[in-house]
């Protein structure tokens, strides 16, 4: 007869399975870890350490950072279990900052957080579980796993209980080997139950607030950091009306993003916005909000979760997509012609830009099933046709 499941999907007593858990210092993590440890699991706390920016260290609302570093180690010790600090920061500068910087470069809006999961988090660090013994990795991330059709080796991720606090477009690149090996304890809570549960379980950060913006930007200014990276960010451009209007120059394609109204430096009587961002030329295209309208997508890096890479050859499948993390899923379909991934928006969005994610899902609302995602190559719309520049400026969505 078959052992029974532990809750954590193994058929072995939680005293005989080893988890690991990615301890970030925050509430979160540290309730996965004092909740596995309550039911007995065999839990080694894990720390990565990522940047070391100065006044970031000591910044309540980011992480894996000096204080959080810290916190974590406190955690662990009142729970009695290993702690390990790793140094990645040359791996995190290489492949998340770097990148991050040259995104900008490119004139596109990058998403650090996602670029983090995908390599450092769910790579580097779940390769060093597995060189552990561990049978698992736990994360705090708010987001579900499910066994497929009754086998605990293969997963599903899909939309948690507490909807307000999804992280699933954050998670889109993981793999299906990874997802496998993961766990989400938090999946089924509220934040109110978390909060509970670390009051209950006495930890030191039980009231610690959320991790918030850019973890690797003290100050929220993002700009002066691709700056110091790469001081090329500053050069000048055109700001440029879509009807072919010079309206003045601006000192570095870094300071602005696609749907920005404020700070743009030019008026012209109404009000208008980024509408793209041309890094080739440093040129910085802007016009009315209807410009920012878009309707259709192309998606580059696509990864699939499960039977979904079967979807890719379906010609028209209508899926539900997020483009924002903070925005509900909405309906679109994805068109496979044989060579690019397209997805149309049933209701068209404004002020989407390349450089973003698009997650897609089989349904909407808590339990929703994540197919996977890709990011935003292209977004396209139909410019009113007074809007179009003629002569050597071609305004693109792209």
């Known amino acids: ?14 005293a005989e399975t080893r988890v690991v858990v990615a301890m970030s210092g925050g509430v979160d993590s540290s309730v996965v870890a004092a909740l596995l440890h309550e039911q007995g699991y065999e839990v080694i706390g894990v720390t990565l350490q990522l940047y070391d920016h100065g006044a970031a260290v000591a910044k309540a609302r980011s992480c894996c950072a000096g204080q959080d570093i810290h916190d974590a180690r406190r955690v662990a010790g009142d729970l009695g279990i290993p702690h390990y600090v790793l140094d990645y920061e040359s791996r995190f500068r290489q492949s998340v900052i770097d ?4 995104s900008y470069l490119r004139g596109e809006t990058p998403i650090p957080c996602v670029r983090c999961n995908q390599g450092v988090k769910f790579h580097d660090l779940l390769s060093m579980a597995r060189e552990l013994g561990a049978d698992a990795l736990a994360t705090g991330h708010y987001v579900e796993s499910r066994a497929v059709a009754g086998d605990e080796a293969q997963r599903s991720m899909h939309v948690p209980v507490d909807i307000a606090r999804d992280q699933s477009y954050f998670l889109f690149a993981t793999t299906q080997d990874q997802l496998d090996y993961l766990r989400f304890p938090l999946g089924h809570m509220k934040k109110d139950q978390v909060r509970a549960l670390a009051e209950k379980y006495g930890l030191a950060v039980a009231a610690k607030p959320d991790s918030q913006d850019i973890c690797f930007v003290p100050n929220g200014d993002y700009a002066s950091v691709i700056a110091k990276l790469r001081p090329e960010a500053h050069d000048p451009g ?18 602005f993003t696609v749907g920005q109204r404020r ?8 009000p208008i916005y980024v509408i793209s961002i041309e890094a080739a030329q440093k040129r910085v295209m802007v016009g009315p909000k209807e410009a920012l309208f ?14 979904a890479s079967e979807l890719a050859g ?8 997020k ?10 379909q994805m068109v496979w012609d044989g060579g690019d991934v397209k997805i149309v928006l049933a209701d068209g969005d404004h002020g989407v830009s390349p450089g973003q994610a698009c997650v897609l899902y089989a349904g909407e609302g ?3 099933r994540v197919l996977g995602g890709g990011w935003i190559d292209k977004a396209e719309g139909v410019l009113p046709e007074a809007m179009q520049a003629s002569g050597e400026i071609q305004p693109s969505f792209a």
């Open 99 to 102: 990148d991050f910087a040259d």
């Open 323 to 332: 483009v924002r993390s903070t925005r509900p899923a909405a309906p679109a």
């Open 366 to 368: 808590p339990g929703a």
């Open 294 to 307: 878009t309707r259709e997508l192309t998606l580059r890096e696509l990864n699939w979760l499960g039977e």
């Open 314 to 321: 379906q010609g028209r499948k209508e899926v539900y997509t």
């Open 238 to 255: 055109d700001i440029v009306h879509l009807d072919g209007r010079v309206l003045g120059q601006h000192d570095g394609i870094i300071n």
């Open 263 to 270: 700070g743009l430096g030019v008026t012209v009587g109404e």
């Open 1 to 14: 007869m078959a052992a029974p499941l532990n809750s954590l999907g193994f058929a072995k007593p939680p």
